[in-house]
């Protein structure tokens, strides 16, 4: 047990920040969405302008939730699905303090207006080197352990997380322009596409394989059910490195790109439900008879609850998508309702099952409440599908009024309702957040020993 704990510190740590950042990001979201509801509440304090507080809450939901959740998964799955142990778990633990180092520091320069004004590529040139410095000494751990795996066939899961990896260090490199170490950037439109190929592959290269190596892992082990077939998922593997590449420049269907290259986003948009249904088909098939046993463990059902949220955001992306549809969707909230079912009901609920359903083995601890992560289960899900239903119908309404010619300060009065709605959602929201900090933090501190 002892050799256990040494060998997942590294995963503890990545659970401890997830633990403590979530609450920092969601007060940030509950801050801004104050904010929207009763406009110049902070008008004063320049560290809570909404244009700095935007890049920190997105940042923080990714470095500070999602990531580091999936990160810790990922460093206890690779070596069970290798049948060995993690490879340098030293540098792994660097790599956990490093990204608290990061975490501060987006904190700290975003809301002091020290950005690139790259909307997913905010951070500046300092903290891009960092980010990069943190990924690659994970690849080292990740690639040292497949390279000395015991067991012959490579498992999905490990694919994805060896992938997924990879992608980021050069999505990161290249999305940043980091060759360009005082702007970031490149000019005009060339920059815009550039952007959104890294906007979207954050999402689509990074988030997306860890969240879904992480899923192809628990759903089959607390279910005890094979995933339904291996050339499956290696081929949708393939094809979300094909298509998902492609995407980005769907965020820019309504600027002046080539018309060759939107096409090709909105194509390849439709044919990303290719890999999303072989996953989805692997993990949910087997289950016909045995999704009760979901139910035994409160981390598989958040798993479980991410892996739909998946799949509704994966039919809502190829539709907002199609030009006729987001002509009335863009700029509007209907982006911002599909922006947290995509990375908090998709990738964070995955990520915070996977803390919960991992934390007792990396930890040698139960978890500390049960009852607590229930609760949280089902603030969070009320609260998100409250934010999707709030945010879609006041994007409609924007929408709808905009293509009638309606000015936006007109609109105003009636979003007022939507955004006091979403703030009350929020703090519901951040109550479960503050749960999943206490959970975590009491199993490691005082949970009961797993062979006591
Ligand atoms: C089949 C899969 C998907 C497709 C086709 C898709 C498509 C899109 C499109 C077209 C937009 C831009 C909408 C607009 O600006 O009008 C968008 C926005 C967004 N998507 Fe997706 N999406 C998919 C899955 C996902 C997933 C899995 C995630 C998260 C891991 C995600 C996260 C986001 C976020 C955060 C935004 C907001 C970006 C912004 O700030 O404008 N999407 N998606
Ligand atoms: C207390 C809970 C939360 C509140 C009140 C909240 C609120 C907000 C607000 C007000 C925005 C800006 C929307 C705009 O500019 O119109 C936003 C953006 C965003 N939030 Fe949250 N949020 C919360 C939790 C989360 C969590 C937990 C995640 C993910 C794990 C998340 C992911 C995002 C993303 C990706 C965006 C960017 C949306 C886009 O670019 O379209 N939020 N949030």
Redesign the pocket.
């Known amino acids: 047990m002892e050799e256990t704990r040494t060998q997942f510190l590294a995963s503890r740590l990545f659970f401890l920040t997830a633990a403590f950042w979530?609450l920092v990001?969601?007060?940030?979201?509950?801050i801004?969405?104050i904010?929207?509801a009763v406009p110049e509440t902070y008008a004063d304090i320049p560290q809570l302008l909404?244009s700095r507080l935007?890049p920190a809450?997105?940042n923080l939901?990714?470095f500070g939730?999602?990531l580091p959740g999936l990160v810790g998964a990922a460093l206890y799955v690779v070596p069970t699905v290798c049948r060995t142990t993690l490879f340098a778990p030293w540098l792994a633990v660097a790599s956990a303090v490093l990204w608290n180092g990061v975490n501060l520091g987006i904190l700290g320069t975003l809301i002091h207006g020290m950005t690139q004004g790259r909307?997913?590529a905010e951070l500046i040139w300092e903290l891009d080197v960092a980010v990069l410095v943190m990924y690659a000494l994970l690849i080292v751990c990740v690639f040292g352990t497949i390279a000395r795996r015991k067991e012959k066939l490579l498992y999905v899961s490990a694919w994805y997380i060896a992938g997924g990896l990879c992608w980021t260090a050069v999505v990161w490199v290249v999305g940043n322009v980091m060759w360009h170490p005082d702007t970031g950037s490149l000019s005009g439109i060339s920059d815009a596409i550039l952007n959104w190929f890294h906007g979207h592959n954050v999402l689509g290269l990074v988030i997306t394989p860890a969240a879904v190596g992480v899923a192809y892992f628990i759903i089959p082990h607390a279910t005890r059910t094979p995933i339904y077939s291996h050339t499956l998922s290696l081929l949708g593997f393939w094809m979300l490195l094909f298509v998902y590449t492609h995407t980005g420049t769907h965020h820019l269907l309504q600027a002046p790109v080539p018309q060759w290259l939107k096409v090709l986003s909105i194509v390849d948009s439709v044919a990303l439900l290719i890999p999303v249904f072989a996953f989805l088909t692997n993990v949910w098939l087997p289950l016909r008879e045995r999704i009760g046993r979901l139910h035994q463990d409160v981390g598989a059902k958040f798993v479980f609850v991410g892996t739909v949220w998946y799949f509704i955001t994966c039919l809502q992306g190829p539709l907002h998508s199609l030009p006729v549809v987001q002509r009335l969707t863009h700029f509007t909230?209907w982006?911002?309702g599909?922006?947290?079912i995509?990375?908090?009901g998709f990738?964070?609920f995955i990520?915070m099952g996977a803390v919960f359903y991992l934390l007792p083995r990396v930890s040698g601890r139960r978890l500390w409440s049960v009852r607590m992560a229930e609760a949280q289960y089902w603030l969070m899900s009320i609260?998100l599908i409250g934010?999707f239903l709030t945010l879609t119908s006041a994007g409609l309404i924007q929408g709808q009024a905009w293509l009638n010619g309606e000015v936006i300060y007109r609109i105003l009065p009636q979003m007022s309702l939507y955004m006091v709605l979403?703030?009350l959602?929020?703090?519901?929201?951040?109550t479960g957040?503050t749960l999943f900090t206490i959970n975590v933090v009491m199993t490691i501190w005082r949970g009961q020993k797993v062979d006591s």
Request: glycine fraction near 12%; hydrophobic fraction near 60%.
């Open positions: 979530v990001a969601m007060t940030l979201g509950l801004m969405a904010q929207l909404y935007r809450h997105v939901v990714v939730l999602v909307e997913y909230n982006v911002v599909h922006a947290h995509a990375v908090l990738a964070g990520s609260g934010f979403r703030a959602l929020g703090i519901m929201m951040l957040g």
